[in-house]
């Protein structure tokens, strides 16, 4: 039987000590998810290729009842590893947990089910208004749920180029602004952030959804990992070439210096942005001593001899 909450090294991004996927594959079909590099996915995606991502889904079979049997001895109480992660439960990280099929499967819907049930605190991220279906389940539970959705700008037609099968930005902000009608905590991840972007479009973004008291404001730059920057460049060459072009000289160093320069006016706008340095610290190199001790506060400390 497979096991259905696995720990996770999202804890040094604050998000969560634990992590459930109910599928494996996605159908959002993002060009910047770096997800289908992960060996989570990778080595469970029968074989496809990162390029077919959002091209298929595999629902987890029997996780409902691995879930129940689980948590007979998954209390709550034996949830939290670490401060940072504080014992909440993310759902989901290498797939949407509201892809489209959720509306026929119910996967997602019947793991909250069991977990809030069973007392434990649960992070829900997804690029999806689908999720306003489950709003009755997470308003009886608020003081255990923190519901989040990915925003980076507010450009719909853009996002139709590279999250062809999410929800629009807008439509996002709509959810989460239902969710804050309804007392269900919130928060925010402004990411990818786009190096073809700038100050101005951040600012909008923060402008928006600061006023619905956010518990937090995540923020990453755009991440290259596999072959997601070859992948967003050929979606945007036919509409938005100027910015495929911009994509081809994201090198490691521009990459490291606009991560600063992005998170830095993030943290001096709000103390509820919470920045998202690469965990691997891949832009050290590239920093100057004063800029990487900055970043460095926003990440555990690295172990001893590393």
């Avoid at 949830?79 to 509306?103: H, N, Q």
């Avoid at 943290?267 to 100057?288: C, G, M, V, Y």
């Amino acid at each position: 039987m497979i096991t259905a909450i696995n720990p996770s090294g999202l804890w040094k991004k604050r998000l969560g000590d634990w992590v459930l996927n109910p599928y494996v594959g996605c159908e959002h079909g993002c060009y910047h998810c770096y997800c289908p590099a992960m060996p989570g996915v990778k080595f469970n995606n029968h074989g496809h290729k990162q390029a077919e991502w959002g091209t298929y889904l595999y629902p987890k079979d029997g996780i409902v009842e691995a879930l129940r049997q689980q948590l007979r001895l998954f209390t709550p109480d034996k949830a939290k590893r670490t401060e940072w992660g504080d014992g909440w439960i993310l759902v989901s990280f290498l797939t949407d947990c509201y892809t489209p099929s959720e509306a026929k499967f119910k996967l997602t819907r019947q793991c909250l089910e069991l977990l809030l049930e069973a007392g434990h605190k649960v992070r829900i991220q997804t690029r999806s208004a689908l999720v306003e279906r489950d709003f009755d389940l997470l308003a009886a539970h608020r003081r255990q749920v923190l519901l989040g959705t990915s925003i980076g700008h507010f450009d719909d037609k853009l996002s139709c180029v590279l999250e062809p099968r999410a929800s629009s930005p807008t439509r996002r902000l709509r959810m989460i602004e239902k969710a804050a009608e309804r007392d269900i905590p919130i928060y925010i991840a402004a990411a990818p952030f786009l190096p073809f972007h700038d100050r101005q479009v951040l600012q909008q973004v923060l402008d928006a959804v600061l006023p619905l008291r956010p518990r937090e404001v995540f923020c990453e730059v755009l991440n290259p990992k596999g072959d997601n920057l070859a992948m967003m460049q050929a979606a945007l060459q036919p509409a938005y070439p100027d910015f495929a072009d911009r994509l081809a000289g994201y090198s490691a160093e521009y990459w490291a210096k606009f991560t600063y320069k992005v998170l830095l006016y993030g943290i001096r706008r709000s103390k509820r942005f919470i920045a998202w340095p690469d965990t691997q610290r891949l832009w050290a190199k590239h920093l100057s001593t004063e800029e990487n001790k900055y970043l460095e506060q926003f990440l555990p400390p690295l172990p001893v001899g590393a």
